[in-house]
């Protein structure tokens, strides 16, 4: 005969979530102390969350602090998926997800021809806990993250990758690009 427990339902409240941490049961989407404690003049600060076992797969959670104002494309040869949260609702500068609008052989094409224009590139302002928030940026897609020069707090956000990824850059010889203050 089995003994029946009843349970009630708890709402989802930071203070539980804490508490669920503090247990060793979950890792919540926040800023690590090594991500938020950057100092002045460190541009972009990651720090794993997790990384699964090889035996199922390899997969890992990095948080990553961008204070980077300069654009230097790079693709990588699988799959990311990108979390824009922020749980503590901290005021950060704001976060720019620069994206070629094709992939990086053809973009390649275009700056050896000379064609490249900001009609091959978007600047795309990610928000923070929107219906936009999580989305998987496919392989081969040259991109970059950055913010706008000045004072504040880095934009923090979160990336789930291959544990063993690779970084490649998209050489754009002749061209620069910046992203302008709205």
Do not use: W
């Amino acid at each position: 005969m089995n003994k029946p427990i009843l349970l009630k339902p708890v709402k989802a409240s930071a203070r539980l979530f804490r508490m669920l941490e503090k247990r060793g049961l979950i890792i919540p989407f926040c800023a690590t102390k090594n991500v938020t404690g950057a100092k002045k003049g460190e541009y972009t600060l990651v720090d794993t969350l997790y990384s699964t076992a090889p035996r199922y797969g390899t997969h890992k959670l990095i948080c990553v602090a961008k204070n980077e104002t300069s654009i230097r494309l790079t693709t990588h040869p699988d799959n990311e998926d990108f979390i824009i949260i922020d749980m503590d609702k901290s005021k950060f500068k704001p976060l720019y997800l620069v994206i070629a609008r094709h992939t990086g052989k053809v973009l390649e094409q275009k700056v050896r021809a000379g064609t490249l224009s900001a009609k091959d590139v978007v600047a795309v302002e990610l928000a923070y806990n929107a219906p936009t928030s999580a989305f998987t940026l496919l392989k081969g897609v040259p991109h970059c993250e950055v913010t706008l020069p000045g004072r504040g707090r880095p934009p923090v956000f979160f990336v789930a990758e291959p544990s063993d990824f690779a970084m490649s850059y998209v050489e754009t010889p002749g061209y620069s690009f910046t992203v302008r203050k709205p």
